[in-house]
């Protein structure tokens, strides 16, 4: 839309001055066209950015966004002078509005009064150091759900009843063979059982001491070799004592046909002779087959309340540098995730930076003139964060990306309205006339993004507020801020 509502305020500013169609799509293809291509491409390389990230989410946002921008910007160069063309024989041009919201009004009102702006920007700048100072940053994944999930509110309720938290941490252990990872997890249980104090864990469970060892259960099978049972005596006497009791046989002859049919294996059980079964379902969480071994897993259980953000230090001890051990689970993959979006985050934000400095110093030809155009985006920055502080918002894993994409967002507004004062030698008319297209530009950028503070999700909210913030930030210091600085610049 930015494009678009430029390119269109340019045209439209020719059209009110008398100049001809074919003279002001010239002049917004030939100057203007040459800020808004390079807006559009500073904004792809911010994009482009969060393709070192390690998050293949993130890769493929910047590269679906990224290239969309750039072939949004072709079909606006193509089409939108196509259109104006078909719509000039229609004597439109007394007709041609772009509605200003008061932006060239305060556009003016910042060069007549370059004090009075100087000091206003340092007193809101100032606001927003204080506001930047009780920013705080919630790293905790739980906290971008819904807090209105009926299914966690309950969830919580029975974890606080129990004791213990229902999101267990895994402990798994492999082997090359089913045989091999039981017995290397039966190794494993006291040691862990140690852990049960009520402040490492809760609890832990593992069907290893379902399932006897190979050797245990090779001594039962000779003692049933030598003491074999017979199935009729044994159905007799089970039903005697029942009845001996007032109890009625027939309810238990199912389970005892289950028990008398396990009397009679004569080889060790193994997990695949449970194929088919309902126990074998059962069994499922604790057993996986890949390719060349087996896992079994032991699930840990944290007491309620503890342990939300990473494992227990005891726990991290006692398995370092074991082979074939690795311990897994929602906090140990969340204080993980958190360490990779930080890193991710910082590289994304410092390439995007560089990529945009590099692109406008190699337009503008002016270092100068590029610490110009990115002024109103570092101080857009800080309003976006002091202001995040100021209203109880927290930087999060979703809305941290968000300052790489202002970056990219930001930065057009500074360089529009610089290359408009490079054409006009500052006119002020002219780069008030710019200011309409940048804050027209600025509010579809704050619609678009605020929508997702309607959402129930507090990361989607977090992301449309800091988003929004960004874009009025530096859309009003585009409008204010530079003209003065410009000024001062060169009167």
């Not at 203007?32 to 807006?39: A, D, R, S």
């Not at 002078?81 to 009102?109: I, N």
């Amino acid at each position: 839309m930015d494009f678009v509502i430029v390119l269109y305020g340019r045209y439209v500013e020719e059209r009110h001055r008398g100049v001809a169609h074919e003279a002001a799509a010239e002049a917004f293809g030939r100057t203007t066209g040459v800020g808004v291509m390079l807006g559009a491409v500073t904004t792809a390389a911010t994009f482009y950015a969060f393709l070192i990230t390690d998050f293949r989410g993130l890769k493929e946002l910047g590269m679906i966004t990224g290239t969309g921008i750039l072939f949004t910007a072709a079909a606006v160069f193509v089409l939108l002078p196509a259109l104006l063309t078909v719509s000039k024989g229609r004597h439109l041009s007394e007709r041609l509005h772009l509605h200003s919201f008061g932006a060239d009004l305060l556009c003016l009102a910042s060069r007549r009064r370059p004090r009075a702006t100087a000091i206003l920007v340092g007193l809101v700048t100032v606001a927003a150091l204080v506001g930047a100072s009780r920013l705080s940053f919630d790293d905790d994944i739980r906290n971008m759900r819904s807090a209105n999930n009926h299914g966690v509110l309950v969830r919580q309720e029975i974890m606080k009843a129990f004791g213990m938290r229902f999101s267990p941490m895994m402990v798994r252990v492999d082997g090359p063979d089913e045989e091999t990872a039981l017995r290397r997890t039966r190794e494993l249980l006291p040691e862990l059982r140690t852990l049960i104090d009520g402040k490492n864990l809760a609890g832990v469970d593992t069907v290893a001491d379902l399932i006897p060892s190979r050797k245990e259960q090779e001594q039962i099978l000779e003692i049933l070799r030598r003491r074999p049972v017979d199935p009729g005596e044994l159905r007799a006497r089970f039903d005697r004592a029942l009845r001996a009791e007032g109890l009625n046989p027939v309810a238990f002859a199912e389970g005892l046909d289950h028990f008398i049919a396990a009397l009679q294996v004569r080889r060790p059980l193994r997990m695949a002779d449970l194929k088919g079964t309902a126990l074998a379902r059962a069994l499922g969480r604790y057993i996986a087959h890949f390719h060349g071994g087996v896992s079994s897993v032991v699930y840990c259980y944290p007491p309620a309340g503890t342990w939300r953000r990473k494992a227990p230090p005891a726990l991290l001890e006692m398995l370092r540098g074991k082979p074939n051990v690795v311990l897994t689970g929602t906090n140990v993959v969340s204080n993980r995730l958190r360490q990779i979006v930080w890193g991710d985050a910082a590289r994304a934000a410092v390439l995007g930076l560089v990529l945009v400095v590099l692109l406008l110093w190699l337009d503008l030809g002016s270092f100068r003139d590029t610490l110009l155009a990115l002024a109103p985006l570092g101080f857009g920055i800080l309003w976006t964060l002091g202001a995040m502080g100021l209203l109880g918002l927290q930087i999060n894993l979703m809305n941290i990306f968000v300052l790489t994409m202002i970056i990219g967002i930001g930065v057009d507004y500074g360089v529009h309205l610089l290359h408009r004062w490079r054409e006009c030698d500052g006119q002020a008319q002219a780069v008030a006339e710019t200011s309409k297209a940048i804050a027209v530009a600025a509010l579809t950028t704050v619609m678009g993004f605020g929508s997702l503070v309607l959402s129930h999700f507090p990361g989607l909210r977090s992301v449309g507020m800091a988003a929004t913030l960004g874009a009025l930030s530096t859309a009003v210091l585009s409008m204010t801020l530079l003209p003065l600085l410009l000024s001062w610049r060169r009167p």
